[in-house]
């Protein structure tokens, strides 16, 4: 890339990093110290703003970079995170969102522990939630890492591990200094600048191709090297029957997943109503539908216009699609128009990481404090020391976000975030549905079912090509490959429900059927709700 490509790009990029740092210091000012205000924002956000918040932290690297760069290499079967990704806020709407807000303060862990012993329940919880939003971290710094390559138009190393360094402590500011507030309007405004962003390069596509859609599929078919199959399935899960199953793993967990994420279900405790957290679902929904309808034209749009081969050619992985994609829409390079264009999404890219990472982060802590802290702490510790001990662990889970960024930086963010989500549909979904819906659920099936699911989705990854035994494996120099898919999600998903039973029907323990009684009039009615 030129100079001005760079130039311009982070000018855009400061001018973010500047108001959203504004952002943070006007409410650290305004902040009280209390749990509430640092972990929900004091509840004081109306539907339609936790809704465009709830956008800002769903649309992530993943969503902008990775499924629009998945969809340019290999056509239909990058669509399969859009469908996925979109049909799993159906399982939140229905299922959680409502319930989630009722029953809950401010965690995962606050739900469960409702009606079963504290401790134990709050341990498991709290390392299922770190150990899901480490994951999430790791594709936001990866996708960091993509862009500062393009952007200095070579594979600078040092470039890349700068950067995440930089993301990963411009996120601790966020969370140590605003807390919830300050996150979510960050991510209000991430929201506003990337919708902005994906429509005007979405218009631009459409009148590349003068509205014809079909020329637009058949350019792009042709322009891929595949022909008719890059817009059939199989091109990347159709080579086998460990292909197909990859395929049913990884669909299950992006439809799963999303009910199991801690920094989503925080969200919907910065609402005062479990009212408010229906609608904020719903505001959601019609945001990100739209966000990821946009995404399919920019998907094919840059196989169409760019080719697979050039986006190949950036990134291995196709996390580059979308700016090389703005920089042939704006006249290509040296063009001004193409400088402005690719300064644009870079930095709105730059911004969608940044709010993101602030939202992961914030929600980990929030495990860490609240969860793990108050599980272990002296008695006698205060809410303003948890709040303390939140800032700290900030610190902690930005350097292991940091450092797992850097040793994942050739993998494609939204296969990264596929990961994540098989782990939180593994280890929080069983659990959550479980101490919601089960009469009988006790607290030996609630940390079984925690474990019963972290464990194998962990130990199954670090078996699988993801980590060694391929070319684009973590360690391609090693081999200790002996599970054959890359997502885990069909053999650890029911485990964890399997795990929840079995320790359930194993236990000795009885029921406390007033509490579940009380949970259940909670959920279902608000009453008694935080």
């Known amino acids: 890339m030129t100079g001005r490509h760079e130039t311009l790009a982070l000018m855009l990029f400061s001018a973010f990093v500047a108001v959203t740092l504004g952002i943070t210091t006007w409410v650290s000012r305004r902040r009280h110290g209390s749990a509430e205000e640092f972990y929900a924002g004091g509840r004081l956000f109306s539907p339609m703003e936790n809704g465009f918040a709830i956008a800002g932290d769903y649309m992530s690297a993943a969503s902008f970079l990775g499924v629009t760069g998945l969809i340019a290499l290999f056509g239909y079967d990058g669509l399969l995170y859009v469908v996925g990704f979109l049909v799993a806020w159906l399982v939140v709407l229905f299922l959680v969102a409502e319930l989630v807000r009722n029953c809950g303060r401010f965690t995962l862990a606050d739900v469960i ?43 600078s190393q040092a470039a890349q591990a700068w950067t995440v360094i930089g993301v990963g402590a411009l996120m601790v500011i966020y969370v140590s200094l605003g807390g919830m507030r300050a996150t979510t309007w960050i991510q209000i405004v991430k929201a506003v600048l990337l919708l902005g962003g ?40 159709g080579g086998g029957w460990n292909a197909r199953l990859d395929f049913i793993s990884l669909g299950l967990a992006l439809v799963l997943g999303t009910a199991g994420l801690p920094h989503i279900l925080s969200r919907f405790y910065t609402v005062p109503t479990a009212k408010a957290a229906r609608r904020s679902a719903v505001w959601s929904i019609g945001l990100i539908g739209g966000f990821y309808l ?33 920089l042939d829409l704006g006249g290509g390079a040296g063009s001004t128009g193409g400088a402005v264009l690719f300064a644009v999404v870079a930095a709105v890219a730059f911004a969608t990481i940044l709010a993101v990472v602030a939202g992961i982060t914030l929600a980990s ?4 404090a609240h969860d793990l802290y108050t599980s272990l702490r002296r008695p006698g510790a205060g809410p303003r020391s948890e709040v303390a001990v939140a800032r700290v662990s900030a610190v902690g889970i930005g350097v ?11 993998l494609n963010v939204a296969f990264l975030v596929g990961l994540a989500f098989a782990v939180a549909a593994s280890a929080n979904l069983p ?78 323990e009885v029921p406390d059927e007033a509490r579940h009684a009380e949970t259940e009039v909670r959920s279902l009615t608000g009453a008694g709700a935080v």
């Not at 450092?403 to 050739?410: I, S, Y």
């Open 198 to 237: 994906t429509v005007t390069l979405t218009v631009l596509v459409l009148l590349r191709f003068h509205g014809d859609v079909d020329q637009l599929l058949r350019t792009a078919a042709e322009r891929s090297g595949h022909g008719e199959a890059f817009l059939a399935p199989g091109l990347r899960y």
């Open 400 to 410: 292991v976000a940091i450092a797992l960024g850097l040793l994942a930086r050739d």
């Open 113 to 155: 522990a409702a009606r079963m012993t504290e401790r134990p329940v709050r341990i498991a919880a709290g390392a299922s939630s770190v150990t899901v939003s480490v994951l999430y971290l790791v594709a936001q710094m990866v996708g960091a890492g993509s862009l500062v390559t393009l952007l200095l138009g070579r594979n």
């Open 431 to 508: 659990v959550l549905l479980y101490s919601l819906f089960w009469r009988g659920f006790t607290t030996r099936g609630a940390v079984w079912a925690v474990y019963g699911g972290l464990v194998p989705a962990l130990v199954l990854v670090v078996l699988s090509p993801v980590v060694s035994g391929s070319p684009g494996a973590l360690f391609p120099d090693v081999d200790f490959q002996y599970f054959p898919l890359q997502n885990p999600g069909i053999v650890s998903i029911p485990l964890g429900f399997l795990a929840g039973w079995l320790g359930t029907v194993t236990s000795d």
């Open 365 to 368: 802590s929030a495990s860490v």
């Open 294 to 326: 946009m995404a399919i034209v920019l998907g094919f749009g840059a196989a169409a216009v760019v080719g697979p081969d050039v986006v190949r050619a950036s990134n291995e992985s196709g996390n580059t699609a979308v700016p090389l994609l703005a």
